[in-house]
């Protein structure tokens, strides 16, 4: 067998084990979504199969007229949204700022934020909640909105801090030479080569904010604040043998993280190519 035949079958051999791979991680999705269309609200039973043989959407129709999951679902797209904007419009500038500039204490405030984003938010918590409670914003999107930026916003700038600084300046310095300012450079030629970092920034930022539940619980007390994580735990304790429905609206919150992933995969492959020239 020839060294290319040799390299096409490792080729097909590393192909099928990733497809393997990304089945058997999709093997739990698939089940809860076999769950929710079960008309037999069965999870374990020995009767149960993947493929249900009676299939409904009674249990996707009760999630939406027995509770308020369009609430919970509003709720955790503003506070993932808002989040999402707000630690990458004062992270990326700020990641830029500390790749490219040397200033006093520079060093040591990158030490000092890491340390911060180490402390687990957990032993935190007591200490922000008596910090935001004399200001009014506990049982507030802005609250928690504030928690949750502060956290993300500095994990924004470390990953795009390390991103910026495998950009070559010499890119930059030959924008300049072609008259561009230090704006139009950032914004012309930075940014699209770092759109793979951004992607997977806002990808890791959206699914953290929209999957927290430990914070909210705290930070959020009505009802019409709950978020989609707060409400699946309520749902399940309240409908605990009702397998069905309760995996129904499991596979409504994913959602949104399966969209979002998919619309940002686009521009990690954009960011990807954007320095490729024609030859």
């Given at each position: 067998?020839?060294?290319?035949?040799?390299?096409g079958?490792?080729?097909?051999?590393?192909?099928?084990?990733?497809l393997?791979l990304?089945?058997?991680?999709?093997?739990?999705?698939l089940?809860?979504?076999?769950?929710?269309?079960?008309?037999?609200n069965?999870?374990?039973?020995?009767?149960?199969s993947?493929?249900?043989?009676?299939?409904t959407?009674?249990?996707?129709?009760?999630?939406f007229?027995e509770?308020?999951?369009?609430?919970?679902?509003?709720?955790?797209?503003?506070?993932?949204?808002?989040?999402?904007?707000?630690?990458?419009?004062?992270?990326i500038?700020?990641?830029?700022?500390?790749?490219?500039k040397?200033?006093p204490?520079?060093?040591?405030?990158?030490?000092?934020?890491?340390?911060?984003?180490?402390?687990p938010?957990?032993?935190?918590?007591?200490?922000?909640?008596?910090?935001?409670?004399?200001?009014?914003?506990?049982?507030?999107?802005?609250?928690?909105?504030?928690v949750?930026?502060?956290?993300?916003?500095?994990?924004?700038?470390?990953?795009?801090?390390?991103?910026?600084?495998?950009?070559?300046?010499?890119?930059?310095?030959?924008?300049?030479?072609?008259?561009?300012?230090?704006?139009?450079?950032?914004?012309?030629?930075?940014?699209?080569?770092s759109?793979?970092?951004i992607?997977?920034?806002?990808i890791?930022?959206?699914n953290?904010?929209?999957?927290?539940?430990?914070?909210?619980?705290?930070?959020?007390?009505?009802?019409?604040?709950?978020?989609?994580?707060?409400?699946?735990?309520?749902?399940?304790?309240?409908?605990?043998?009702?397998?069905?429905?309760?995996?129904?609206?499991?596979?409504i919150?994913?959602?949104?993280?399966?969209?979002?992933?998919?619309?940002?995969?686009?521009?990690?492959?954009?960011?990807?190519?954007?320095?490729?020239?024609?030859?």
């Amino acid at each position: 067998m020839s060294k290319k035949n040799k390299q096409g079958v490792r080729l097909v051999i590393v192909n099928l084990f990733f497809l393997l791979l990304c089945f058997g991680v999709l093997i739990p999705i698939l089940y809860a979504f076999s769950v929710s269309l079960n008309a037999e609200n069965s999870l374990l039973g020995a009767n149960f199969s993947f493929l249900p043989k009676k299939i409904t959407l009674q249990n996707y129709k009760a999630v939406f007229t027995e509770k308020p999951i369009l609430l919970w679902f509003k709720n955790s797209v503003i506070l993932a949204v808002t989040t999402l904007v707000i630690s990458l419009g004062t992270g990326i500038p700020a990641a830029y700022a500390f790749s490219r500039k040397q200033f006093p204490g520079r060093k040591m405030i990158l030490r000092l934020l890491i340390l911060l984003y180490a402390f687990p938010s957990l032993l935190s918590m007591m200490a922000l909640y008596k910090l935001l409670s004399p200001l009014g914003l506990i049982n507030t999107k802005t609250g928690l909105i504030i928690v949750y930026t502060g956290t993300m916003a500095v994990f924004a700038l470390w990953n795009m801090k390390g991103y910026f600084d495998t950009i070559p300046v010499e890119i930059e310095e030959a924008a300049f030479i072609d008259g561009l300012g230090p704006a139009q450079s950032f914004l012309k030629i930075v940014l699209p080569l770092s759109l793979p970092g951004i992607a997977t920034v806002a990808i890791f930022t959206f699914n953290n904010c929209w999957n927290e539940y430990m914070l909210a619980s705290v930070f959020l007390r009505s009802n019409e604040l709950q978020t989609m994580t707060i409400g699946l735990q309520m749902f399940q304790v309240q409908n605990n043998a009702d397998w069905s429905t309760m995996m129904a609206a499991s596979t409504i919150a994913l959602i949104p993280s399966l969209i979002f992933l998919l619309f940002m995969q686009k521009y990690m492959v954009q960011g990807l190519t954007a320095g490729a020239v024609k030859g």
